[in-house]
């Protein structure tokens, strides 16, 4: 009977498993599966917590152990390395100019039959160019050896002695020295010199302790060269400018007051401004201009004022009547 029972149970059971596998499809997970994830996820979980719990978090700086432990990994594990690499040559491409291509035998472009005869032309005038070039400068030296004949063997002949007398050393350099001063002596370059015989000059400013030393061979050049600063020399120009605008003021205003009758300054002034009103007020711009660049470039404690028109000529009126007087 207990054999009869324990048939039928499993004869169940089987039909069970059968009818489960009927409608289940194919793309549903494998229970067996499912157990075997669970139980590996539950064996790995403590393993986790035990290394999360001892493990130090990072805090910007490297332990010892770790450098080392790291020293000893890069020292063992050496990254794979091709042999030879380092010693290897990469061939470089050869480039050559658009206007020789073809020319050459890595040039891998194919050239027609029409591109070769030009280049063939193009190299026979080449040839002829260099030719008549050469012909030109053979006869040109010729023609110069023709009419100076000694001018190369004299050039040849000072190369060769300068190579003799050029010296190698500094000992040389002191015998070429006496030797040139012996035969400037025995020449008489020095018997008329200017300061033989004489003191040497002192200069008190040599010895002013409130000169500096730069100071004062910068200003023994600009007096022994006749060199001076820019703006010393625009100061000669505007001056020389301003003296003869009012030179020509001063003309064009006796002009006028000689013009006849008893000089008057409305008269005066109405025929200067008539004549000569326009001239002089351009003039007088011109001037202004250099004024304005002399003052940007000199010190503040020597500029010029300005050219007023009107100033000037009442200054020039009033000499000119002074005078007459």
């Not at 499993?10 to 067996?32: K, M, Q, V, Y």
């Not at 700086?61 to 063992?76: F, G, H, Q, T, W």
Request: hydrophobic share 30%; with cysteine.
């Amino acid at each position: 009977m207990a054999l009869y029972r324990s048939t039928i149970t499993r004869t169940c059971t089987c039909r069970l498993g059968i009818r489960s596998l009927a409608t289940r499809s194919i793309f549903d997970p494998d229970p067996e599966e499912d157990r075997l994830n669970k139980l590996t996820r539950q064996q790995r979980k403590p393993r986790q917590q035990q290394q999360s719990q001892h493990e130090k978090p990072w805090d910007g700086d490297e332990s010892v152990a770790d450098s080392v432990l790291r020293m000893i990994m890069d020292k063992y594990n050496k990254p794979l390395r091709v042999e030879g690499a380092a010693r290897r040559h990469l061939p470089q491409p050869q480039v050559h100019p658009s206007q020789v291509q073809g020319l050459y035998d890595d040039d891998k472009q194919e050239t027609s039959s029409g591109e070769k005869a030009v280049l063939r032309d193009k190299l026979a005038r080449s040839k002829k160019q260099k030719r008549i070039m050469s012909a030109r400068d053979a006869a040109f030296d010729y023609s110069m050896e023709r009419k100076y004949p000694s001018t190369k063997q004299e050039k040849e002949k000072r190369e060769e002695e300068h190579e003799q007398e050029r010296p190698r050393s500094i000992a040389e350099i002191a015998s070429l020295a006496e030797e040139r001063i012996r035969e400037a002596k025995a020449k008489g370059h020095f018997d008329n010199l200017a300061g033989r015989g004489k003191p040497i000059p002192v200069d008190i400013h040599e010895s002013n302790p409130f000169v500096d030393r730069t100071e004062y061979f910068l200003n023994r050049i600009v007096q022994r060269q006749g060199a001076a600063p820019p703006w010393i020399m625009m100061q000669q120009e505007v001056d020389t400018e301003i003296t003869q605008l009012r030179t020509s003021l001063q003309r064009s205003l006796e002009i006028c007051m000689m013009d006849g009758g008893i000089p008057s300054t409305t008269r005066v002034f109405r025929d200067w401004q008539q004549q000569h009103g326009d001239y002089f007020e351009k003039l007088s711009e011109k001037v202004n201009q250099q004024v304005r660049s002399y003052n940007v470039m000199c010190p503040a404690s020597v500029r010029k004022n300005r050219i007023n028109l009107e100033e000037e000529l009442q200054d020039v009126y009033r000499r000119s009547t002074a005078q007459n007087k």
